[in-house]
C-alpha cells in the first residue's frame, strides 16, 4: 500500500464548477501539507500549503486537512479553462529535509 | 521556474551508458532533491542533500549517485543506464525544513 494514495482521474468539469481534489495517506506523522499544480511537460509549482490541521483558503482554492481521518482535500470554486492541469498532494513529517511524499497526481479538464 | 535551471533539457542515451544529469540553482536554499516522475508512479524521491558534501537516498536510489560539491550544483549520475531508468528527472530545492519545493523543468531521459 502507497503512504498516500490518489485518484488519477482523469476529471473533466464543466466551466464555473467546483472542483474537489482529495488523497488520503497512512502515516501519522505527516506534519505538512501541500498541493501542487503541475501544467502539462511543466515542473509542478506550490499551490497550497498547510501546517497540520484546519482549513486555508487562498483565492479560488480551499485547503483541508483532517488528521483524525488521514484525508486532505483541494476545492477550486469558479473553475476556469487556465485550471486545467494535473494536481498532486504531498506531504512529509517533521524532523531533517523536508522529504516529500507525493500522491499520483490527479488530471484536471476544465470544458469551456 | 529562472531560479533552478536544469541540464540537459532532453537527453536519448543507450543501455550501460553513464549519464548525468545537471541541476543548478541561484536560490541558495540548502537543501535540494532529485525526483523521477513515471505514469502510475507520480514523484519519486531518488536522492537529496542537506548540505554541501551532504546527500542521502530516497526511496528509489539504486543505479544512481549524486554528489553536491558546491551549494548551488547537484548532480544526478547514472552509473550504467537502464531501460527502466526512462523518465522525467525533477530537481528540487528548499530553503528549510518546513518550506515546500521550488522545481525545475525537468529533464527528460531516454534510455534505448
Known amino acids: 500500500q502507497k503512504e498516500v494514495e490518489q485518484d488519477p482521474g482523469p476529471l473533466s468539469v464543466p466551466e464555473g464548477a467546483i472542483v474537489s481534489l482529495n488523497c488520503t495517506y497512512s502515516n501519522s506523522a505527516f506534519q505538512y501539507f501541500m498541493w501542487y499544480r503541475q501544467y502539462s511537460r511543466k515542473g509542478p509549482e506550490l499551490l497550497m500549503y498547510?501546517?497540520?490541521?484546519g482549513n486555508k483558503e487562498d483565492g479560488r482554492f480551499t485547503a483541508q486537512v483532517d488528521k483524525s481521518s488521514k484525508y486532505i482535500s483541494l476545492f477550486i470554486r469558479d473553475s476556469q479553462p487556465s485550471d486545467s492541469a494535473t494536481y498532486l498532494c504531498a506531504m512529509s513529517a517533521l524532523g531533517g529535509a523536508q522529504k516529500l511524499v507525493f500522491g499520483q497526481g490527479t488530471r484536471l479538464t476544465i470544458n469551456p | 521556474d529562472a531560479g533552478i535551471t536544469q541540464s540537459p533539457r532532453h537527453k536519448v542515451t543507450e543501455t550501460g551508458t553513464p549519464v548525468t544529469l545537471r541541476c543548478h540553482q541561484t536560490e541558495n536554499h540548502r537543501y535540494m532533491y532529485w525526483y523521477r516522475q513515471d505514469p502510475g508512479h507520480g514523484l519519486r524521491l531518488i536522492h537529496y542533500?542537506?548540505?554541501?558534501?551532504?546527500?542521502d537516498k530516497g526511496e528509489v536510489s539504486d543505479g544512481y549517485s549524486v554528489s553536491r560539491s558546491k551549494t548551488e550544483d547537484f548532480l544526478l549520475t547514472l552509473e550504467s543506464a537502464t531501460s527502466s531508468q526512462t523518465s522525467v528527472y525533477f530537481c528540487a530545492t528548499s530553503l528549510s525544513e518546513a518550506g515546500g519545493y521550488t522545481f525545475g523543468s525537468g529533464t527528460r531521459l531516454t534510455v534505448v
Open positions: 498547510t501546517y497540520s490541521s
Open positions: 542533500s542537506y548540505g554541501v558534501k551532504d546527500t
